[in-house]
């Protein structure tokens, strides 16, 4: 079995485009939600959302022409760009079929399907466009990447909603394990959409201008974007090429809550936990900060607290949710989870919860680093991703030693 | 790669529902009297492009697993649902608070349903408020709602994944699956494809596929189930995938360059088998009937087995172009060979699958005749 090793980060987010700005968001507290610009907002009573206005993929991308790809694919193939690049990773110097890709996401290329759904209403079935219909397809995100970097190795788009990152970062670090593998990328992606905000918005969990995660007035999720990616490989790999690993992916854990599509459940994202922490051979008490779900709704942060205390007792290590600057970038969520959980690791800090004012009662020792980032030792990080149809995953990651 | 054990499966198709529904489709591709599908008309309200296409057209959820828990289900999901019912009920796997952790999912898609998320974002445009949309139908434009619904109903805790890999998708299911096992995150997976004909599928196909007019669009979901420790409870095997492999590769290497890259995948996955070209009975292939599609394979196929081609069986032909579903569907004729024929048993076949944007998988079978009655 190979050890697993992080060695490069590629964040595309509202709070900064590459490692160093994102970094730097994180340390500063910035929020990255704005009014929404993608789409006409007549008759929204909520008008915000987490859009990457500074995103030009023709910028960052070598191969991709971006006429030819969806927004989501674009996020996905610069994050692998920016990956590869803080990895300082040559991919000529990798044999290709030993490269491969996996990314997650919840809507795929939902601002193509939105696009099409325009095309029926104003002129019929008959007039969508066939090059918009070709980029429709979840697979083209993780295609999108291996095109980008010229990768023949695998190329898998897993779709478990708002924890595929998670998933994709597990089966990454299974494939390079078992020597399937010597380099994967892995993340995911998502774009801003109509139906997305109009949908979380009929059912109560969408606010207004600001996310508050585990504020007593929380009031849920603002949607958001972006792509994140992150690189890698064996342990033996990244040394022989002089690469400086940010984490170990010490292992992760899957399971189903099998209970109800959209509402969460405090019992099995507790068993995840525990499912995660075996696997990566720690304690509970190893854990120096939990990457929280944190979306902001009332239920999530709710069971996801109640979770912890289960599997945690009194000793609840700093939880923080990088929600609360990001907003909601469903598919991706779990991988800016990831960069920053890497990023608390080798800069040592505790990225902040902002918009934090009130005390929840019902979280009594709860530290959610709230408003500012926080200096630490932070040696092992679990980072949790759930989603719609119960779908949680649960990433731990260590400090390399 | 360790095998992965096939003990118990079911199929839904234009066809038919059950282990039982490809024996007559693939009888006729045998004779050559292909079917066009069933009359449309009438399905739906909106225009399709074609008056006959391979819908399952009498399909009612409600009327199989009746009313409760099925009103809000698209049908992508109940045809996910009914599948992974009636495979776990051949597999004789009981469910029960003892194995439930262990019991997961894999599903694979193109993108989920494109009807559902249209018709969301449809809501949101007439109507007078953009935000009066059904609460109830958010789930659906989520790509993983199939295979969380199909959890709720049989109680399946164990790993859920859905795998947007659309022609290719069963490739992945089957990679990905024998990853949790081999890694010991289960003991025994639901894995299965599903595709749903609507108008927006039979629409998205007739625009974006040369063989079109020849092949409509098809619907279908098979789901195969495998356990950690051979076939189904009475460990009777209906077949074990020996190897998977996928790849993709640049599309600025055009047709041939995607040729030369399955090629190689079905090269590598029957070294992974240590399978020779001469073992191989049959090749289900993702034929579609269009020489200006079919090229790509047949290149693929030519270079390994030159002259000693094997008896190819061409689902898309039978069923229609059913896109993620495909893979599923080509492993489930397989089995369906076996299954009426005791004497194939531990036969090989090959299963190809490719994409026009450079993914590429194969996948190798022995098949089994496990005999015992038919549930269906």
Redesign the interface.
Known sequence: MNRVVITGLGPVSSIGIGKPAFCEGLRAGRSGISPIRCFDLTGFPHVCAGEVHQFRPESLLRRLTPSAWGRSTLFAAAAARLAVQDARLDTDQVDSGRMGVVMGTTCGESQVAEALAAEILKHGFESQSPELLQQAPGSRLAHGVSEELGATGESLTISTACSASNYAIGYAFDCISHGEADVMIAGGADSVCRWVHAGFFRLGTLAKDACSPFDRNRSGILTAEGGAALVLETLDHALARGARPYAEVLGYGLNCDADHMVAPNASSIAACMRLAQGRARIQPSDVDYICAHGTGTPSNDSVEFQAIRTVFGEAIPPVSSIKSMLGHTMGAASGFGAIASCLAITEGFLPPTINWSTPDPEMEGLDMIPNQARRAEVRIVQNNGFAFGGNNAIVILGEVV | MIPLAIGGWSVLSSAGIGRKSLVEPLKRGEAGTLDYGRKVDGLYQ??L?TATAHALVDFDVRQILGRKGTSALDRRSALAMVACGQALEDSGIHVDDSN??RI??VLG????S?KS??D???????E????????LL??N?????A???A??R?????????????D??FM?VL??SA?LL??S?ADALLMGAVEEFT??SA??TR??KAASAELPAGEGAAVFVTHQNGGGNDGKLDGEILSVT??????TEGSAGIAR?LEHAIRRTLADANISTADVTFIATAETGSAEEDCVEKQALTAIFGSQMPHRIAVKKLLGECHAATGALQLAALLTLHQENPDLNGRISLICSW?P???VGAAVLRGRSRGGPDHR
Do not use: S
């Not at chain 2, 049989?154 to 659309?166: D, Q």
């Open positions: 909106e225009p492009p439930q952790q997961g999912i898609t193109t993108l989920g494109l998320m249209n969301y974002t449809r809501e949101t445009l007439v007078e408020r953009p935000y009066l949309v059904n609460p958010f789930p434009t989520v790509m993983n709602c295979a969380g619904q959890a709720i049989y109680g399946l805790k164990g790993v859920n994944a859905t795998l947007a890999g659309g290719l998708a992945h990679r990905y990853n081999r890694c995150y108008p927006h629409w998205a625009l974006t996928t790849g993709f590769t640049p599309c890259a994409m944007d450079g993914g």
